[in-house]
């Protein structure tokens, strides 16, 4: 294995390692929308809020956060990026690298923040469309 595919394959776990903690994030932030907002989806479904339309509202929901996670992320991570890159290399290595910017990883950062979020939204989603109307109603 030659440096390029070790190099690739590090590259993949923390792909990975960002796409699942980017998950569990929006998952617990969402179970606590969840539980913050129980009696007034209790109520919205008493009025005649449907399923469908509790699920079409949680994953807009999700669908928005995730983007919006990921178009903050974007300029946080190039900023970040080209700090490591001109000023900790110099100053720690005496040396810097080339930066190479291309528009595709940060296309893929996007879809992939929008994709996690809404696949975190599946079980709050869930729960919430399960949920006794009288029963939400009454939490407080």
Same mark, same amino acid.
């Given at each position: 294995m030659d440096v390029f595919d070790r190099t690739f394959a590090i590259t993949q776990a923390l792909q990975l390692l960002a796409t699942l903690v980017a998950f569990i994030g929006v998952l617990s932030a969402l179970l606590s929308l969840e539980l913050e907002r129980q009696r007034e989806l209790g109520i919205l479904r008493a009025v005649g809020l449907t399923v469908r339309q509790l699920w079409g509202l949680v994953m807009l929901e999700t669908g928005l956060l995730g983007t919006v996670a990921g178009v903050l992320a974007i300029p946080t991570g190039y900023v970040l990026s080209l700090i490591l890159v001109y000023i900790i290399n110099r100053r720690s290595f005496g040396w810097t690298l080339q930066m190479q910017i291309l528009p595709e990883p940060?296309?893929?950062? !996007?879809? !992939?923040?929008?994709? *996690? *979020?809404? !696949? *975190?939204?599946?079980?709050? *989603?869930?729960?919430m469309s399960r949920m006794a109307t009288a029963e939400a109603m009454r939490f407080e």
């Amino acid at each position: 294995m030659d440096v390029f595919d070790r190099t690739f394959a590090i590259t993949q776990a923390l792909q990975l390692l960002a796409t699942l903690v980017a998950f569990i994030g929006v998952l617990s932030a969402l179970l606590s929308l969840e539980l913050e907002r129980q009696r007034e989806l209790g109520i919205l479904r008493a009025v005649g809020l449907t399923v469908r339309q509790l699920w079409g509202l949680v994953m807009l929901e999700t669908g928005l956060l995730g983007t919006v996670a990921g178009v903050l992320a974007i300029p946080t991570g190039y900023v970040l990026s080209l700090i490591l890159v001109y000023i900790i290399n110099r100053r720690s290595f005496g040396w810097t690298l080339q930066m190479q910017i291309l528009p595709e990883p940060f296309l893929q950062a !996007l879809v !992939l923040s929008v994709m *996690a *979020a809404l !696949l *975190a939204g599946i079980y709050p *989603a869930w729960r919430m469309s399960r949920m006794a109307t009288a029963e939400a109603m009454r939490f407080e």
